[in-house]
């Protein structure tokens, strides 16, 4: 199956005739209740038509539906290309690597067509995705039960490698009869977050009442058996002392050095993303090189330059990500270090001191009694 002619850069993932894989990858309509697979093949078409119209929540809507039917690797294609349109690219990356593992249950005319489909998007999502290690610390109650954004994680995955969509990841565990215990962890693009929860220790203990109530230190020379020391002239009462330290408090002015390293750290991920968009620019170069665009379609001498050229929208796609991406994170950078460094007001050193009395004291603050 040659392809002289291909579309590279019209959506940020584009594969070859997706629509006509999906209608003729269906299987045997001998199989289904007729009506079923009507209904099937008209969800299909109308979740390309959403396509067509960029509407693409709907697009996957549509085509889950027609796959709640009867499933396909051709089918699984459309989906994992519109989850990754809408963002989802945990699921997207999951789906197209099924896809690629189905692929021989294709009729033989599209099969490798749609096997090189599939693997071509998990690879380009590969780079995409993030990952969680869940980890529970030792003893693990029996019974306990581990979520990752609300889905279930099984416990052969605990301790092992899960994929997620960057962003902010909420994790969860509920062991029987106790309270759950969780954590919010940000994971950014290719980056593997290690979640540690104890689960076997986290548990409701009796308060204590922290607070000394008052005339404590006379019932407890009374519990001794000793009356109370008497207060002497010029002394400070016990209130007084243990409401201020003995001890001057003032404020630096200074500036924590969180800011500095979060706002260092953040550029310099911008700036990463930046040299990685380069890279990628650089590889969609050469996966065109030899072809020739005329009106916007891109003409391949032989369909192994055809091949090779597809492979581009890829490389776009990654592209855009990783230059929007490195800009937003060097400006956010740039603006955090503007705002911490410059215009957050520096806090004004406040002293506080004691003055003793006769029959009290005096507290003092920022020199005024």
């Not at 039917?69 to 945990?90: K, T, Y």
């Not at 956010?332 to 705002?339: D, F, P, R």
Request: aromatic share 4%; proline share 5%.
């Amino acid at each position: 199956m040659g392809f002289h002619h291909t579309r590279v850069f019209g959506r940020p993932v584009v594969f070859f005739a997706v629509a006509s894989i999906i209608v003729a990858g269906s299987r045997d309509a001998s199989a289904q209740d007729a009506s079923l697979s009507a209904a099937r093949r008209e969800l299909i078409e109308q979740a390309q038509q959403a396509r067509t119209q960029n509407d693409h929540p709907r697009a996957l809507n549509l085509a889950q539906r027609a796959a709640a039917i009867s499933d396909s690797a051709s089918l699984r294609l459309f989906i994992a290309q519109e989850q990754s349109q809408s963002g989802n690219l945990a699921d997207a990356y999951g789906n197209a690597e099924q896809c690629a593992r189905d692929a021989d249950n294709e009729l033989a005319r599209i099969r490798d067509a749609v096997r090189g489909s599939c693997r071509a998007l998990a690879d380009a999502l590969r780079a995409r995705v993030g990952r969680v290690i869940v980890r529970l610390a030792e003893p693990i109650v029996s019974g306990t039960v581990v979520r990752v954004n609300g889905r279930g994680l099984p416990e052969a995955l605990w301790g092992a490698s899960y994929v997620v969509s960057p962003g902010r990841v909420h994790i969860d565990a509920t062991p029987p009869n106790a309270p759950t215990v969780s954590r919010d962890v940000d994971v950014a693009v290719g980056s593997v977050q290690t979640v540690e929860l104890d689960v076997a220790t986290h548990r409701s203990a009796p308060g204590r009442d922290l607070a000394q109530p008052r005339g404590s230190s006379s019932a407890s020379a009374a519990a001794r058996g000793s009356e109370p020391e008497a207060a002497q002239p010029g002394d400070a009462p016990a209130v007084a002392e243990r409401a201020v330290p003995r001890r001057d408090v003032s404020s630096s002015g200074g500036r924590s050095s969180g800011g500095l390293m979060g706002s260092i750290t953040v550029m310099s991920v911008g700036a990463a993303s930046l040299a990685a968009a380069g890279v990628f620019f650089a590889l969609r170069l050469g996966a065109t090189a030899g072809c020739t665009m005329e009106q916007a379609i891109l003409v391949c001498p032989d369909a192994e330059s055809a091949a090779r050229a597809r492979s581009g929208a890829t490389y776009t796609t990654m592209t855009n990500v990783f230059l929007v991406g490195g800009i937003a994170l060097v400006a956010g950078g740039a603006t955090w270090l503007i705002v911490d460094r410059v215009l957050a007001p520096r806090p004004r050193a406040v002293r506080a001191s004691v003055v003793p009395v006769p029959g009290g004291a005096m507290v003092g603050i920022g020199g005024a009694l």
